[in-house]
T-cell receptor
Framework: GAGVSQTPSNKVTEKGKYVELRCDPISGHTALYWYRQSLGQGPEFLIYFQGTGAADDSGLPNDRFFAVRPEGSVSTLKIQRTERGDSAVYLC???????????FGEGSRLTVL | GDSVTQMEGPVTLSEEAFLTINCTYTATGYPSLFWYVQYPGEGLQLLLKATKADDKGSNKGFEATYRKETTSFHLEKGSVQVSDSAVYFCALSPMNYGGSQGNLIFGKGTKLSVKP
């Protein structure tokens, strides 16, 4: 499809496990963003890539969270030693340029039991 | 730090009613302001934006005016339809002199339900 694709759409895991969430942006979009949306809250910025490099990772809550974008297209958000508080919808967005309109995927819902 | 405050929901209106969703912001510099909408089962999508004071963003019958003096960006529509039922998010993009940062700061969202 032409939009931002996120997989899996739903992930249930146990406390302490490792998870990976994948984002496939719109082809040709150079900027890629990860956000986290907890229940009843607005999306919260996590990290922003321009090309392959993380231009701003100030929103990552701690060192259990890490994201990569090795070829400047697909990105993976990695969460180590998951905690119940990590349960949220993780949103990915891409943009044709820095500060351009963001196009969001439908999100990956993570539930940590 | 920068922040966005929008009116609590849910908001329930009858079709053809007038809609206002209030949004105020706190920011340094000159942010850009946005309204995003999330329809049921879909991802967030940009509804409208304004990049400087007194700009009016408009789309699909919705309007919002960037008011620097009141630090507000209220969303309005003169006659809502059932298809407007969605969650609406106000957001800002922090902007320093000479460039933008690109990331967005969102409000908590306002759920709108329009009854026929």
């Amino acid at each position: 499809g032409a939009g931002v694709s996120q997989t899996p759409s739903n992930k249930v895991t146990e406390k302490g496990k490792y998870v990976e969430l994948r984002c496939d942006p719109i082809s040709g979009h150079t900027a890629l963003y990860w956000y986290r949306q907890s229940l009843g809250q607005g999306p919260e910025f996590l990290i922003y890539f321009q090309g392959t490099g993380a231009a701003d990772d100030s929103g990552l809550p701690n060192d259990r969270f890490f994201a990569v974008r090795p070829e400047g297209s697909v990105s993976t958000l990695k969460i180590q030693r998951t905690e119940r508080g990590d349960s949220a919808v993780y949103l990915c967005a891409s943009s044709p340029r820095e500060a351009g309109e963001l196009f969001f995927g439908e999100g990956s819902r993570l539930t940590v039991l | 730090g920068d922040s966005v405050t929008q009116m609590e929901g849910p908001v329930t209106l009858s079709e053809e009613a007038f809609l206002t969703i209030n949004c105020t912001y706190t920011a340094t510099g000159y942010p850009s302001l946005f309204w995003y909408v999330q329809y049921p089962g879909e991802g967030l999508q940009l509804l409208l934006k304004a990049t400087k004071a007194d700009d009016k963003g408009s789309n699909k019958g919705f309007e919002a005016t960037y008011r620097k003096e009141t630090t507000s960006f209220h969303l309005e529509k003169g006659s809502v339809q059932v298809s407007d039922s969605a969650v609406y998010f106000c957001a800002l993009s922090p902007m320093n002199y000479g460039g933008s940062q690109g990331n967005l700061i969102f409000g908590k969202g306002t759920k709108l339900s329009v009854k026929p």
